[in-house]
């Protein structure tokens, strides 16, 4: 393909988290006003407390920043825990000096969804897209809440989650019952015009889906896997437990 990639291997979910924090520390000192493209799930976690860690040592500045999440679960209140936009307020927001107001989340309780949608993909455009897009990965190869499909599916759109995706992420509620059926996330297009994108996994569990992201065929069904078109991707992880 001759497109390269970096691949970061760290030795332990420390390490990783503190890799993945120096690059995104690096955009912020480069470029103090740059667009985030940022990521909930567990895999991040320790990747903003590292980024909070620095803030309050005084060597980040957070407040030219501006804020794009992924994804939102459809129907759930921000003030709900499980809410994303919560998660990134409890899990970063709140302890840095980025401005709230230009952190982004797709609103999940958005009456017109469609009009949401539309709305996320201009809000992104009129930022002049995203310098810096970080990626979790689904054990199915999702990329925000882009499951696999036959099709990619450009722009941000409402999807109906898997059933591998309600079960993985039923650890977080309290009951399956509780995970929500409908999510709406960025589509392919914003994150495939990201700058830069870093695709972050931890975990044995893992392995097998970022091989087949990475090296195996570019199609649909592994979300990801349209990553390996990508001009400026970093995959970092760490496979040990
Ligand atoms: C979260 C997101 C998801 C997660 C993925 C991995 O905003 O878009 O794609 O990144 O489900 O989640 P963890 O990190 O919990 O394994």
Redesign the pocket.
Known sequence: MGIEMNIIEAKDYKELSRKVASIISAQIILKPNSVLG????????GTYKQLIEWYKKGDLDFSKVTSV???EYCGLAIENDQS?RY?MNQNLFNHVNIKMENTNVPNGLAADTEAECNRYDQLIENLGGIDLQL?????NG?????EPDVIFEKGTHVVELKET?IK??ARFFESIDDVPRKAI?MGIKSIMSAKKVIL????S??RDIIKKAIYGPVTPEVPASILQLHPDLTVAYCFND
């Open positions: 940022l990521a909930t799930g567990s895999t991040p976690i999440n992924l994804d994303y998660f990626l979790g990965i689904g054990n999702h990329i925000g809440f882009n995706t993985a992420n996330t972050v996994a931890n975990g569990g893992k």
